[in-house]
């Protein structure tokens, strides 16, 4: 098989298998009170689906707009660093291209783009494997959005625990990892759940996930050299 060939295989699948992360998606926005339309907007025009859950589930328990946009907001700030990774990859030219190639900037186009072994199959897999996902993302979006809308009452219920499953779904393989930064993103994980946990009785819905992320990237930046551990 040709490394092309292989590129495209891997995006795909990679992609195909993300996708279907846009049924839980769909359904978590059905729950916090989105319509069908609302939950494919935010799927086609914030497509970055870890500041989409946070957004519904702020929305969901109760919290403010404010909130759920500044969940939202913390949540995608990576992406401008996988941004900044990448643009010199890319090198899209024009404005249109540009603003085309920074819309499918997430963890998986930026991974697939990173790992391949040259620039002409970085650009193939970021390409191939942010089409694959937009599409699938938005399409199970809408499958989510109306299947959660016919269920009975006792499945709507248990929609409360699709954000928080999705979450974990998503974070899992990266503290499973075996590689030498496993540890600290596991340690970096559990402080902010116990931030979020300490402050959920104290303070309104939401306030406790932006405050979390904000311990989080605390936590996580970069220490000069030589800096005590």
């Known amino acids: 098989m040709s490394a092309r060939a292989a590129t495209l295989r891997d ?41 989409q859950f946070a957004l519904v589930g702020v929305l969901g328990a109760g919290g403010s707009g404010a909130a759920a946009v500044g969940s939202a907001l913390l949540l995608g700030t990576r992406n401008t660093l996988y941004g900044v990774r990448l643009a010199p990859l890319l090198a899209p030219r024009g404005p249109l291209r540009r603003a085309a190639a920074a819309h499918w ?24 494997t942010g089409a694959t996902i937009y599409l699938g993302w938005n399409a199970t979006t809408v499958l989510g959005a109306l299947g959660a809308s016919g269920l009975g009452g006792t499945a709507q219920a248990a929609l409360d625990a699709v954000v928080p499953a999705a979450f974990l779904a998503l974070l899992w393989p990266r503290l499973r990892r075996p590689h030498p930064e496993a540890a600290l993103q596991r340690r970096v994980a559990a402080g902010g759940a116990v931030v979020a946990l300490l402050l959920t009785p104290v303070v309104p819905p939401g306030v406790q996930v932006v405050a979390a992320v904000v311990a989080v990237a605390l936590a996580g930046r970069p220490r000069p050299a030589g800096a005590a551990g």
């Open 105 to 128: 900037v997430i963890d998986e186009t930026t991974a697939m783009a990173v790992a391949a072994p040259d620039r002409e199959l970085g650009r193939l897999a970021f390409r191939a």
């Open 11 to 51: 995006a795909v699948g990679l992609g195909l298998a993300v996708g279907l992360y846009g049924v839980a998606f769909g359904a978590a926005a059905d729950a916090a009170g989105l319509d069908v339309w609302q939950a494919l907007a935010l799927s086609a025009l914030m497509f970055t689906g870890a500041s």
